[in-house]
């Protein structure tokens, strides 16, 4: 199973990191030195991704001026004999012709934003990665991803999942466990409910912003009803598509980062510094400064 394209749904609003994101798309957050969607889109690449797709909104234009090349900024470095700069931005400048766009007009949700990505993706399998959560680790989520799905056949689907706290199953969209697969890390997922109430739960295995998915999803995420939050949710599409194709979940190796949210976002600054040894003894000594006060 090839995995060849991605989907970055890169519409939302990011109310819950207001007034950060009232000029500024989400997305665009920094991270030590570098946006979210970068680190996204770095973690495809790393994982064979040659054609990456977002879906973008309204004020989301400075995220494809990012994917473009700046050449006042360039003749500037050149003149300048700025040589790393340069080959830092020649790193993470994409091949012509491997990077495309499309809008999601209104917000519907994350079904309705991956649906709009159907007529780029075409018949194939694809991957779907949310920028707003980050998984740190080397390899990345959605190569370990790819590499499950090479175990798998044809006709299969696989989502990442993350265990959650029993009292906070209601937060999250939830999968149940079937048999476990030969690969260590993956098990047949046998039911999926997204934010079930308390008590409820199959498990505590919370569904992630990592999916390998079908075409086939298209056709549902077509005629698929508003659910949770009055958007059509890509969850529900999931259980449609489950009754004619298999579902695995993966346990990824990593720290997962909910962007998103205020705290997860100042973490993730934190996690990410520690890991740069330019950075790392610097940043230790003031955070123990902080902690004495």
């Known amino acids: 199973m090839k995995i060849r394209k991605a989907v970055f749904p890169v519409a939302g609003l990011g109310t819950r990191v207001l007034p950060a994101t009232k000029a500024m798309p989400k997305e665009m957050l920094t991270i030590v030195d570098k946006p979210l969607i970068q680190y996204v889109y770095d973690e495809a690449k790393e994982a064979g991704i040659e054609h990456f797709v977002f879906v973008t909104g309204r004020n989301k234009a400075v995220i494809e001026d990012h994917f473009d090349r700046m050449f006042e900024l360039d003749t500037t470095l050149v003149a300048r004999g700025k040589k790393a700069e340069l ?29 709009c ?10 991957a779907v990665v949310l920028p707003d959560e980050l998984v740190l680790n080397t390899p990345g989520c959605l190569a370990q991803m790819i590499e499950a799905a090479s175990k798998l056949g044809e006709k299969s689907n696989l989502i990442a999942v993350e265990e959650v706290p029993d009292h906070l199953t209601h937060q999250y969209g939830i999968c149940g466990v079937g048999p476990r697969h030969a690969h260590p890390t993956m098990f047949e997922i046998n039911g999926m409910v997204e934010k079930p109430p308390k008590g ?5 295995l919370s569904i992630t912003g990592r999916y390998i998915l079908q075409p086939e999803i298209f056709e549902i995420l077509a005629t698929q009803e508003r659910g949770a939050g009055g958007e059509i949710q890509l969850t529900d599409a999931m259980i449609g598509l489950a009754k004619t194709q298999k579902f695995y979940g993966v346990e990824f190796e990593g720290e997962r980062h909910d962007c998103g949210s205020k705290a997860g976002f100042l973490r993730a600054n934190i996690a990410y510094g520690l890991r740069r040894p330019e950075l790392r003894d610097g940043l230790l000594a003031e955070m123990k400064k902080y902690l004495e006060k």
């Open 87 to 115: 080959d830092v931005l020649a790193q993470y400048q994409p091949e012509a012709g491997a990077v495309s766009f499309t809008r999601q007009q209104a917000p519907h949700g994350l079904g309705h934003a991956v649906w």
């Open 200 to 204: 409820t739960a199959p498990s505590n």
């Open 117 to 126: 990505a159907r007529d780029i993706i075409g018949n194939e399998p694809f």
